[in-house]
């Protein structure tokens, strides 16, 4: 069955240093990809998503680049902020058929330092 | 622009206990869509109701049901509950099957 594989956290950095969390998934189609992310007592908020191979996905910031011959969709942002501080969650889901379920990483914890 | 909104926050039930929880949808999203997470894990997919018929559901026993309502609101009920019931439950809302999800803030469920 599909699944999402997202590195172990937490994660902890300083302001302004460079964010990478690493996303590889398996699936048995052609699924679109997402990072959803999830601020301290909200629900989850839609950060960025690609549908395609080779697709960058990118708000706030944030990017991620669809790499079919890998099956990675790594988050990336240049630059964090201690606002960024939340729970990141990568997901797929598989496009055609009637099922429409994302299938989620088990989620990582990201905290910024001032 | 109303959210999605869902009821209760927190909820305390023993073993073998029945429970409904309640959601509301954004303004004008005929679809709403249930998850379930565990502590430190991420959200599973339960279930799918687009205007009021089940259209995907995930690997949960029967004793996960749910309804959606003529107003798009939707209701999620858990029979005979067990101490792995314990999670929170996440309510998305969306204007068709495969658009874009607007999560709710959840229901925290502690199974005694």
């Known amino acids: 069955g599909d699944s999402v594989t997202q590195m172990e956290g937490p994660v902890t950095l300083s302001e302004e240093a460079f964010l990478t969390i690493n996303c590889t998934y398996t699936?048995?189609?052609?699924?679109?990809l997402f990072w959803y992310v999830q601020y301290p007592g909200e629900g989850l908020q839609l950060l960025l998503k690609?549908?395609?191979?080779?697709d960058k996905g990118s708000n706030k910031g944030f990017e991620a680049t669809y790499r079919k011959e890998t099956t990675s969709f790594h988050l990336e942002k240049g630059s964090v902020q201690v606002s960024d501080s939340a729970v990141y969650f990568c997901?797929?889901?598989?496009?055609?058929?009637?099922?429409?379920?994302?299938?989620f990483g088990k989620g990582t914890l990201l905290t910024v330092n001032p | 622009e109303t959210g999605v909104t869902q009821s209760p926050t927190h909820l305390i039930k023993t073993r073998g206990q029945q429970v409904t929880l309640r959601c509301s949808s954004q303004s004008g999203h005929n679809t709403v869509s249930w998850y379930q997470q565990a502590l430190g894990q991420g959200p599973q997919f339960i279930f799918q109701?687009?205007?009021?018929?089940?259209?995907g559901r995930g690997n949960f026993p029967p004793r996960f049901s749910g309804l959606q309502f003529p107003n798009y609101s939707s209701e999620l009920n858990v029979n005979a509950l067990e101490l792995d019931d314990s999670a929170l439950y996440l309510c998305a809302s969306s204007l068709g099957a495969r658009e874009k999800l607007f999560f709710g803030s959840g229901t925290q469920l502690s199974v005694l």
């Open positions: 699936a048995t189609g052609y699924p679109s």
């Open positions: 997901a797929l889901r598989e496009e055609g058929g009637s099922n429409y379920k994302l299938t």
């Open positions: 109701y687009y205007r009021e018929e089940e259209n």
């Open positions: 690609a549908t395609k191979a080779d």
